[in-house]
């Protein structure tokens, strides 16, 4: 909790002195965050890991679960923004 | 020693804040430009992965030989090797997710300090995910 409360406070600190690296330039629905923040959510605890967890923390411990984990969410998170830009999908 | 431990837990979320803001990670249009390969692709972010593996691959190793660990009794590193279904599951559904946004778990919550309401919208989907993924794992 303390290093969720760590991590806000970053953001905010950071925002005061430098508003310009949390730019947001997209245009993304409410709906679309929601379904992205879902699956991210959901994947992060069914997988065990996000991109830090697996990503930093697991490949440089050589796990070979990380490993698998990383290159399926590298793949399908290229896959999916690749064929959205492709599509011209936009919600 | 609980407040010690609370210290270096929100130390470490501060210098973690501080790293994704500064390598850009907190750019949802950044990660998109790294992960779309369709038009111009921004391969910088790949450094940050990769900076962020060198550090820990060495600090890691120094660390591991201490007796333990500053603030617990003993390590928690986790001893799963096998490769199952749901670690396959949840990655790709977790990677269609941050494809969709540009955000994931970390940098969103970074992002919660400056009061953005698309940040805040992704957290709270972000917590149903874990919440319902929670529920799912302890009845299954």
């Known amino acids: 909790m303390s290093f969720v409360f760590g991590l806000i406070s970053g953001g905010a600190v950071l925002s005061w002195f430098h508003p310009e690296i949390f730019t947001n330039t997209t245009e993304f629905s409410y709906l679309k965050l929601s379904i992205a923040g879902f699956l991210v959510g959901y994947g992060t605890v069914i997988a065990k890991g996000c991109t830090s967890g697996h990503g930093v923390c697991g490949l440089s411990r050589l796990s070979k679960r990380s490993l698998v984990a990383v290159l399926i969410f590298m793949s399908t998170g290229m896959l999916t923004a690749s064929l959205i830009h492709f599509w011209g999908v936009k919600f | ?140």
Request: hydrophobic share 45%; charged share 10%; proline share 5%.
């Open chain 2, 1 to 140: 020693m609980n407040s010690k431990k609370n210290f270096i837990a929100f130390f470490s979320g501060l210098l973690f804040a501080t790293g994704l803001g500064i390598s850009g990670m907190t750019q949802p249009q950044k990660v998109i430009a790294f992960l779309d390969l369709v038009g111009t692709w921004d391969p910088s972010l790949m450094f940050v992965m990769g900076g962020a593996l060198m550090v820990h691959f060495i600090s890691y190793r120094i660390i591991k030989k201490w007796r333990r660990p500053i603030v617990e009794e003993s390590w928690h590193i986790p001893t799963t090797t096998k490769i199952t279904k749901p670690l396959i599951f949840g990655s790709l559904l977790f990677g269609i997710g941050w494809g969709l946004s540009g955000f994931c778990p970390g940098p969103a919550i970074v992002s919660l300090g400056t009061g953005s309401l698309k940040a805040i919208i992704m957290v709270c989907a972000i917590n149903l995910g874990i919440g319902l993924g929670t529920m799912g794992e302890n009845n299954g």
